[in-house]
């Protein structure tokens, strides 16, 4: 071999050691989504295979968040009877904790005060910090910059050493002085530390800024982003681009952690804070069973076994737990839940869109392009285009004269007064823009009333369409299944005439984080799509005829339609072109009973918004339509908030019980499901989705300043893929605190852990768990709040989950 293949091995060997390196340190990075399409995730996903004591002080010498709530926040919760003073003393005891409640969360504030007091920054690293934020918030721009980084198609290591030597807070006077490559960065600084410490030198630097590290984490493994494929940006090149930074600047190479002190304190609190946390949960969970029907044995069985007047399938979402009551309410109508990508794993792009979104979870791959193309060239398709058409130019067109360079001055000059005006309207009437947005609405066909999803290969117009092997639309076989699936895991044996897969949505003005308050099973999307792809499915004669011969009774005047809810105003607008005249009456009776369904739903969120006692329904239905359209408001909804537990079983269980927008309610039959596939399905999907959007909500409100985003006011959005707060700093990787609180000291959300329920045969449940370490390792490592097993063949006895598919004495349920 000679000397230059010597070298060159070498130096590719060191180079292989290095990305093994940054590897095992990103393990610890959650991934985080561009916020135009906002993925609720845990953001100490890494950390999941530790217990929770560990990993969250783990997090919190790494990222400095805390891990349990305030003692302030717990004590709020005890003096308003949220924890129950049997449960926590119980707590307590089993941990060998002695003291009285008021003296423990005084201790618990001492020792709080004291890990304040160690906090401390180094100004070299915060200037490290500072500049590279700048760079990179230039790099990953998606399209909002007017004057876009160059060389950004060479990569963000070379983007970077080109503009360096022009940036004053560099110093470096000549690009040729840095290393050629990203590779050669790192070796030039890695090299003079011990190989033995690179993991934890890597760790500690993609642990600075979270939020950037995980937004290039899950960037650089989406190999669908197009954004990537152009400009492309990867761990290394962040690493490589840091590490120079901190050489020029003089930071130092491997971070200080907290004194010795501190964590001794940390680890003393832990199981105090712990046992607080427990009992909460605890508490909540018995006040759940409470409400839980127990009486319900076989659900095939229960009720009147009357057909209902229509069936509605609406997402698992929290939010759909009181507008599927309020609907219910009005008589004669059948609720379900179902994970709100109605099991369709698809790619779609709207008529009026020009990119594509994976409509949905991150967990799931998208394993079908859906195209949205008209039905044909009528007057309502016209009548669409012209709208979308003017109001896209419009839009760029007054964009262009905001951010040109030289127009932006005429442009004040001559529409300042004009565009003042409007600016005024909108801020001092938003009720009277609501009013003009609906109207607009009321005239303008929206995409489902004059789009059809393209579920045919020969239907796409676009066959060269570089879709990564995706297939355009799908097979026959494909189809039944996806309705079969959806069946089988709601437990379906009988149909109504009609049937209303309904997806939701939310509508805000001025939001950055509007897609937090989408549909967490489709990333952050609208629902809407993947109902009306369910729906044409389940239209499909041939679909049907097979379904009719694998066992299911679909009546010949069974009609199968889409909705979509808007969790903003709890409107359900209905897609219903393709009704026949014979069930015209009976959508005219369904639309006045969502109508009286909004009203009570919207105000009673309204309620929870507001200081209002019993907010007249007619009166809620325009406030929550005036807080969609106020640019100027900062909590339009709730969103999520509140959420606590995931029910999975029977609308029997929770019918006519208020369970005040907590739970995730999963329809499931156990007497259809003889081999546990449908209940393994939502183990190994929903429940882990549920997980996730719940420790979301759980760290953003446990410290909104490490894990969530701060407070709207102060926040500024950056190159349409987040926000920071101030003028730069991290990209901030979760919810804003209005989302979480009532103001700044009283939170809204209480941050509890998952409590589960699930309906079904014990052994069946734990069959399941035995062969998905995944999902038992969230049980055991205290990631899921507790798991509460209602078996049906035992007299319906509460089994409660203790680890290692371990479960305690049966408790006797409270009939109700």
């Known amino acids: 071999m000679t000397t230059k293949s010597r070298e060159h091995s070498q130096s590719s060997q060191l180079g292989d050691y290095i990305d093994d390196s940054i590897d095992r340190a990103a393990e610890r990075i959650g991934a985080v989504w561009p916020i135009h399409s906002f993925v609720t995730a845990n953001p100490l996903s890494g950390f999941e295979d530790h217990p929770f004591h560990e990993a969250v002080a783990e997090a919190e010498r790494l990222f400095g968040g805390r891990g349990y709530p305030t003692p302030a926040v717990f004590r709020q919760a005890w003096e308003n009877g949220q924890i129950s003073p049997e449960i926590l003393a119980d707590e307590l005891e089993s941990h060998g904790i002695d003291g009285d409640p008021e003296t423990l969360l005084e201790e618990l504030a001492d020792a709080d005060a004291a890990q304040a007091a160690e906090a401390d920054t180094d100004p070299a690293t915060e200037a490290v910090d500072r500049v590279l934020s700048k760079w990179l918030a230039a790099f990953v721009d998606e399209g909002r910059a007017a004057w876009p980084m160059p060389d950004r198609d060479e990569g963000f290591y070379a983007a970077w050493r080109a503009v360096a030597p022009l940036d004053s807070n560099v110093p470096c006077d000549d690009s040729k002085a840095l290393p050629e490559t990203a590779l050669e960065a790192l070796e030039s600084i890695l090299t003079d530390a011990p190989e033995s410490r690179w993991t934890d030198i890597a760790e500690h630097h993609l642990a600075a800024l979270p939020g950037w590290t995980g937004l290039i984490k899950q960037r650089a493994a989406d190999d669908t982003d197009p954004w990537q494929t152009e400009y492309p940006i990867t761990l290394r090149e962040y690493l490589a681009v840091r590490l120079m930074l901190v050489d020029l600047l003089d930071a130092p190479l491997e971070l200080e952690t907290k004194s010795d002190s501190a964590e001794e304190t940390t680890l003393e609190t832990e199981p105090l804070a712990d046992c607080w946390l427990t009992a909460w949960e605890r508490s909540y969970r018995e006040r759940l069973l409470a409400n839980i029907d127990t009486s319900v044995t076989d659900p095939s069985t229960a009720g009147d076994n009357a ?260 969790t903003t105003t709890d409107e359900i607008t209905l897609f219903d072109g393709d009704v026949p005249e014979s069930h015209h009456e009976d959508l005219e009776q369904l639309r006045a009973d969502l109508e009286r369904a909004q009203a009570g739903a919207a105000a009673e969120r309204l309620e929870s918004m507001t200081d209002a006692d019993d907010p007249d329904p007619e009166t809620a239905v325009e406030e929550v339509e005036r807080k969609s359209a106020d640019w100027a408001e900062t909590r339009p909804e709730w969103g999520l908030a509140g959420n606590a537990s995931f029910v999975i079983g029977p609308r029997e269980l929770t019918e006519g019980e208020n369970l005040d927008g907590r739970a995730f309610l999963h329809s499931y039959d156990w007497t259809t499901d003889a081999e546990g596939d449908a209940l393994e399905a939502i183990l190994t999907g929903p429940l882990v989705v549920t997980q996730w959007i719940n420790s979301q909500y759980y760290f953003a409100t446990v410290d909104n300043g490490v894990y969530g985003s701060g407070s709207k006011v102060t926040q500024n959005p950056v190159g349409n893929v987040g926000v920071v707060q101030g003028n730069g700093g991290d990209l901030m990787t979760g919810l804003p605190l209005q989302s979480l609180k009532i103001d700044d000291d009283q939170p809204y959300h209480q941050p509890l852990r998952l409590s589960t329920v699930i309906h079904a045969p014990l052994e069946r449940v734990t069959d399941i768990l035995s062969r998905h370490d995944d999902v038992t390792q969230l049980l055991d490592n205290d990631w899921i709040g507790g798991l509460t097993v209602i078996d049906p063949e035992q007299d319906n006895q509460a089994f409660h989950y203790q680890g290692d598919l371990e479960w305690d004495s049966p408790v006797a349920p409270a009939m109700n």
Request: glycine share 8%.
């Open 307 to 566: 057909r209902p007047a229509a069936q509605f399938v609406f997402c698992i979402d929290t939010r759909s737990e009181i507008i599927r009551r309020h609907l219910e309410g009005q008589g004669g109508y059948e609720t379900h839940g179902y994970a709100g990508f109605f099991g369709v794993p698809m790619r779609y792009q709207g008529h009026d869109s020009a990119a594509e979104t994976d409509a949905c979870p991150p967990i799931v791959d998208a394993q079908h392009r859906i195209v949205d193309q008209p039905a044909e060239a009528d007057d309502d398709v016209a009548a669409r285009e012209r709208w979308t058409g003017l109001t896209t130019a419009t839009r760029k067109h007054f964009k262009q004269l905001k951010t040109h360079a030289v127009a932006a001055f005429p442009f004040v000059e001559g529409a300042g007064g004009a565009y003042g005006s409007a600016m005024a309207t909108r801020t001092l009437f938003p009720s009277t823009v609501a009013k003009l947005r609906r109207a607009v609405d009321e005239r303008v066909p929206s995409p489902g009333e004059v789009c059809t999803p393209t579920l045919e290969a020969h239907e796409h117009d676009d066959h060269t369409h570089a879709d990564h092997d995706l297939p355009q639309g799908m097979t026959f076989e494909e189809k039944v299944s996806y309705a079969e699936t959806a069946f089988e895991l709601m437990g379906w044996t009988e149909f109504a005439r009609l049937v209303v897969f309904t997806g939701h949505a939310s509508h805000t003005t001025n939001n950055p984080f509007g897609s937090s308050l989408d549909c967490g099973a489709c990333a952050g999307n609208a629902g809407g799509p993947n109902a009306r792809v369910l729906a044409t499915i389940c239209n499909d004669e041939n679909v049907t005829a097979e379904l009719r011969e694998r066992g299911f009774h679909i009546p010949e005047d069974t009609v199968f339609l889409a909705g979509e809810h808007d």
